[in-house]
């Protein structure tokens, strides 16, 4: 193995998609095969639009391969959609940088303020519930063992 992340064999390389799906249609659809961790849209650098091709990343290979053999050749809003597992996870150098989203003002998917992408009214499918938050879990700290009294004389 020389450099670069292995593709993981739980990542689903899907082609052929309908350009208006978002990341969150896409998350609820895939949803159904298993839970999806991560939804990657590949998408124009200039334009942010749609290539029409995403990697959709399952907890377990068993979703991703279920998945695989139950979408592709199907159709999509009208589109026949080809699906397989990753060969290279979609990791350009692109997405190994985390995008962080600081404008919490705009939604990312269509660029508009007043609503998040959960919520965007481009989302064919509807709105999504928010991620949970993760609870951060407070660490206890552990007892003070008590100091030894009386020390035993040999």
Known sequence: MSGGLAPSKSTVYVSNLPFSLTNNDLYRIFSKYGK????????????????????????DKDSAQN??????NKQLFGRVIKASIAIDNGRA???IRRRNYFDKSKCYE??????????CPKN??????????????????APEPEEEMYQIKA
């Open 36 to 59: 999806v961790v991560k939804v990657t849209i590949m998408k124009d650098k200039d334009t942010r639009k749609s290539k029409g091709v995403a990697f959709i990343l399952f907890l």
């Open 67 to 72: 998945c695989t053999r139950a979408i592709n």
């Open 93 to 95: 150098a692109e997405f």
């Open 110 to 119: 269509c660029g508009e303020s007043g609503h998040l992408s959960y919520a």
């Open 124 to 141: 064919m499918l509807g709105e999504r519930e928010p991620p949970k938050k993760k609870e951060k879990k407070k660490k206890k700290k």
